[in-house]
T-cell receptor
């Protein structure tokens, strides 16, 4: 089955700097890669997703890049703000076999220092 | 913005007892999911549900677990004869089509 590894487990950045979180996946058939943000006491909130027919996607300060050959994808947050502090999860899924379950990484705790 | 709602937020149960976790998915969504997260571990898929049937389940989802959509709005996860290792955060999710999945805030299940 699919395995997703996520790095780093913790990340501290100064407000205004960029943050990059990286994930690798094992199943080359995976074709959908969402990123979720989880604030304390809340459930995972989808912030951006990318499908395997696209190499990059941007939404304001957030971007995701996908390298299918290397089987890795990354989340980039620019101009970080204190409210970006949260745990971020990457996930992967392969719909080819009719499966839509998400396989998650272990999470990255991002701290933005004012 | 529509939300997935889960109740209760925290459930404490004696080992061996049955527990039912409840979810109200987003109203126009057709696909429903349960995931769990044991403290310090990854979020793990349990089961997906569509058209009143289980469409997919993981190895974790054994005979101890069952899901039901008892009416037009609720989606429940029942755990029979709970064990200490069932203690976890349980997340419900729903989607209009298969993707994207939208998650609730979870139910923290504590087995004593």
């Amino acid at each position: 089955g699919e395995n997703v590894e996520q790095h780093p487990s913790t990340l501290s950045v100064q407000e205004g700097d960029s943050a990059v979180i990286k994930c690798t996946y094992s199943d080359s058939a995976s074709n959908y890669f969402p990123w979720y943000k989880q604030e304390l006491g809340k459930g995972p909130q989808l912030i951006i997703d990318i499908r395997s027919n696209v190499g990059e996607k941007k939404d304001q300060r957030i971007a995701v890049t996908l390298n299918k050959t290397a089987k890795h994808f990354s989340l980039h947050i620019t101009e970080t703000q204190p409210e970006d502090s949260a745990v971020y999860f990457c996930a992967a899924s392969d719909s080819g076999a009719g499966s839509y379950q998400l396989t998650f990484g272990k999470g990255t705790k991002l701290s933005v220092i004012p | 913005e529509p939300e997935v709602t889960q109740t209760p937020s925290h459930q404490v149960t004696q080992m061996g007892q049955e527990v039912i976790l409840r979810c109200v998915p987003i109203s126009n969504h057709l696909y429903f999911y349960w995931y769990r997260q044991i403290l310090g571990q990854k979020v793990e898929f349990l089961v997906s549900f569509y058209n009143n049937e289980i469409s997919e389940k993981s190895e974790i989802f054994d005979d101890q677990f069952s899901v039901e959509r008892p009416d037009g709005s609720n989606f429940t996860l029942k755990i029979r004869s709970t064990k200490l290792e069932d203690s976890a955060m349980y997340f419900c999710a729903s989607s209009e089509e298969h993707r994207p999945q939208h998650f609730g805030d979870g139910t923290r299940l504590s087995i004593l």
